[in-house]
């Protein structure tokens, strides 16, 4: 064990010769790793492995993600390997501030998406209002008029409800489920329909002998790649 095996893990050379391999990784006993590091298995012995990705356990109790290539040795009437770690942790760190930047991405142009949507259905809302408060001063409400008033801000704010739920089921994940190719194909436009309209793009959608075409896997995940 060099200086910085004992930086990384907190274990000093006498240390770490005490300690059995699965003390020092977190690993199963059949794992690739593990039998890669039997050196007594004569096929290790001409073919140098790497793992992208084993978990240390330090002596503190925590650990870190490592890489690890072995080389293997015959010195001296017996067997050993070479075990080459590099750590994972800051490339870890970076992926995570990737990952958190990409969502706040993700959530900005959904917040854009959101605002087209609701756009129109709140025009129509307010015109209704608008339209009310001119045929009161008219003296022209009728009963016909308001009922048919109300159903329509009724349909619109169902419209802004549904539009709710369809977002908020966005970011939702089920890897083991299922869904209609065709579906997901509908709902991912109905997402962007707005944006669409507003740059007058009209999508039409031909989906002749793959109605029923069922995939296994999660519809959002299928969208978000839409």
Same mark, same amino acid.
């Given at each position: 064990?060099n200086p910085a095996f004992s930086r990384l893990t907190g274990y000093d050379a006498?240390?770490?010769?005490?300690?059995?391999?699965?003390?020092?990784?977190?690993?199963?006993?059949?794992?690739?790793?593990?039998?890669?590091?039997?050196?007594?298995?004569?096929?290790?012995?001409?073919?140098?492995?790497?793992? !992208?990705?084993?978990? /240390?356990?330090? =002596? *503190?109790?925590?650990?870190?993600?490592? %890489?690890?290539?072995? $080389?293997?040795?015959?010195?001296?009437?017996?067997?050993?390997?070479?075990?080459?770690?590099? !750590?994972?942790?800051? /490339?870890?760190? =970076? *992926?995570?501030?990737?990952?958190?930047? %990409?969502?706040?991405? $993700?959530m900005g142009e959904m917040i854009g998406n959101i605002a087209h949507q609701w756009?129109?259905?709140?025009?129509?809302?307010?015109?209704?209002?608008?339209?009310?408060?001119?045929?009161?001063?008219?003296?022209?409400?009728?009963?016909?008029?308001?009922?048919?008033?109300?159903?329509?801000?009724?349909?619109?704010?169902?419209?802004?409800?549904?539009?709710?739920?369809?977002?908020?089921?966005?970011?939702?994940?089920?890897?083991?489920?299922?869904?209609?190719?065709?579906?997901?194909?509908?709902?991912?436009?109905?997402?962007?329909?707005?944006?669409?309209?507003?740059?007058?793009?009209?999508?039409?959608?031909?989906?002749?002998?793959?109605?029923?075409?069922?995939?296994?896997?999660?519809?959002?995940?299928?969208?978000?790649?839409?």
């Amino acid at each position: 064990a060099n200086p910085a095996f004992s930086r990384l893990t907190g274990y000093d050379a006498v240390e770490f010769f005490r300690k059995k391999i699965d003390s020092i990784f977190d690993i199963d006993e059949d794992s690739e790793f593990a039998r890669a590091l039997d050196i007594s298995n004569p096929r290790n012995r001409h073919y140098p492995q790497s793992f !992208d990705e084993i978990r /240390l356990r330090k =002596k *503190d109790g925590s650990g870190c993600f490592v %890489s690890a290539s072995i $080389a293997y040795l015959h010195i001296k009437d017996r067997d050993a390997a070479i075990i080459n770690l590099t !750590d994972l942790t800051a /490339l870890k760190q =970076k *992926d995570q501030m990737l990952l958190v930047q %990409s969502r706040f991405v $993700a959530m900005g142009e959904m917040i854009g998406n959101i605002a087209h949507q609701w756009r129109q259905p709140l025009n129509i809302i307010q015109s209704s209002i608008t339209k009310i408060s001119i045929y009161k001063e008219m003296g022209a409400v009728t009963d016909e008029f308001l009922e048919e008033t109300v159903q329509n801000v009724k349909r619109q704010v169902a419209y802004l409800s549904s539009t709710i739920d369809d977002f908020r089921s966005f970011y939702k994940d089920d890897p083991g489920g299922s869904f209609i190719l065709e579906d997901a194909v509908k709902k991912s436009l109905s997402l962007v329909e707005a944006v669409y309209k507003n740059h007058f793009i009209e999508v039409d959608i031909e989906c002749d002998g793959c109605k029923n075409v069922k995939i296994k896997g999660s519809i959002n995940r299928f969208i978000q790649a839409l």
